[in-house]
């Protein structure tokens, strides 16, 4: 037991020092907090291999192997009662659509996800037939762990690179639209103009002078485009005009930067340093996107109303969930042949043993 808890130690000191350099090399991966989880996982059974080679016959390795169970069970069960609680706040302020319902969605899968906990559990131990199992594992174990551990994955590396996302020296500053209430800026997207500004200020440096680029296009029920709109509100707040960059055509996350870029080369900036403005709820996925395109770019946020965060936010994870798709199935597949491949081998070593019991009692 003390050898492999040494092996554990090892192992999870290696792979943190692995996570901790490639985040540094590139802090702007979504799949670093899949990572992270990993490297909890392996902590943990390294506490509890741990606890059982010090003290095997006491509650200690109760306590390791216990404890942190129970805590993501009452922490899960907590944030899904938070997400209905919030699902009524925001309908209350933003009205009744899809988008305000997304935190409710959420909130009762959490909770379904703990009584589908308790029911596979059952079902597994209770189970006469590797039948049972075959099928409740594959189909209704492995998506819901995969969703979990991407959504606990995801926010916490969303934490993680608020922390460590700072501004720094940049040819331009690229302020990433949002929606407009008739041809004015809304809160949202005032907030996100305020920062951008202030990052402006800040990553001004001597013999560099910074463009304020400010990027959305004209929704169907805009009257103006939102480039336009977020202009007029940085004038009105002091930043000289002559450094402000209108791009007025792109309609997503990734046109605003691709469209930006594209701007910013016929003005004779071909591979610029930038910051990114965006909400924080959106942070990462933005960052996401600069790193997949090319862009040598750092990606900040501009403080959310606290009520909205969590519909902001788990909206940003769902299409960053739709984006890798292909590369869940993937997984899901593979895990589930695992599965299966597991069953037939013990199946098999089942059939093997309760012959070789006939042929001894035969003999």
């Given at each position: 037991?003390?050898?492999?808890?040494?092996?554990?130690?090892v192992l999870a000191f290696a792979l943190w020092a692995v996570m901790g350099v490639r985040i540094v090399r590139e802090p702007r991966h979504t799949g670093h907090g899949i990572a992270i989880i990993g490297c909890l996982v392996v902590t943990w059974i390294f506490v509890v291999l741990l606890a059982a080679?010090?003290?095997?016959?006491s509650d200690l390795t109760d306590i390791a192997v216990l404890g942190p169970v129970l805590l993501v069970f009452f922490a899960v069960f907590a944030v899904g009662i938070y997400l209905l609680v919030n699902a009524v706040t925001v309908v209350?302020?933003?009205?009744?659509?899809?988008?305000?319902?997304?935190?409710?969605?959420?909130?009762?899968?959490?909770?379904?996800?703990?009584?589908?906990?308790?029911?596979?559990?059952?079902?597994?131990?209770?189970?006469e037939s590797y039948t049972t199992i075959a099928l409740l594992v594959p189909f209704v174990v492995i998506p819901i762990a995969l969703v979990v551990t991407a959504l606990v994955g995801y926010t916490t590396y969303a934490v993680v690179y608020s922390r460590i996302g700072r501004p720094a020296p940049s040819d331009?500053?690229?302020?990433?639209?949002?929606?407009?209430?008739?041809d004015k800026v809304t809160p949202l997207l005032a907030a996100r103009i305020d920062r951008g500004i202030a990052v402006f200020d800040a990553v001004a440096e001597p013999g560099r002078e910074p463009l304020l680029v400010l990027s959305g296009g004209k929704g169907d029920d805009e009257r103006i485009s939102e480039a336009e709109a977020m202009a007029r509100y940085a004038i009105d707040a002091g930043v000289d005009e002559q450094?402000?960059?209108?791009?007025?055509?792109?309609?997503?996350?990734?046109?605003?930067?691709?469209?930006?870029?594209?701007?910013?080369?016929?003005?004779?900036i071909p591979a610029p340093a930038l910051t990114v403005v965006t909400s924080?709820?959106?942070?990462?996925?933005?960052?996401?996107?600069?790193?997949?395109?090319?862009?040598?770019?750092?990606?900040?946020?501009?403080?959310?109303a606290r009520y909205y965060v969590p519909a902001g936010f788990l909206r940003e994870f769902t299409a960053c969930l739709v984006h890798y798709r292909r590369a869940n199935l993937?997984?899901?597949?593979?895990?589930?042949c695992l599965v299966w491949a597991m069953l037939a081998l013990v199946a098999y070593l089942s059939g093997l043993q309760t012959e070789l019991e006939y042929a001894m009692v035969a003999y």
């Open positions: 037991m003390a050898i492999a808890a040494i092996c554990f130690g080679s010090v003290s095997p016959e209350r302020r933003e009205g009744l659509r899809v988008a305000t319902l997304v935190p409710a969605v959420f909130g009762l899968f959490l909770l379904a996800v703990l009584v589908a906990a308790v029911a596979v559990f059952i079902a597994v131990v209770s189970a331009a500053v690229i302020v990433l639209g949002a929606g407009l209430a008739g450094r402000i960059v209108r791009e007025d055509t792109s309609t997503t996350t990734e046109e605003n930067l691709l469209n930006s870029r594209a701007v910013l080369t016929d003005l004779g924080d709820f959106h942070v990462l996925r933005a960052a996401s996107l600069t790193r997949r395109i090319g862009l040598d770019a750092t990606v900040v946020g501009a403080p959310t993937v997984v899901w597949a593979g895990l589930s």
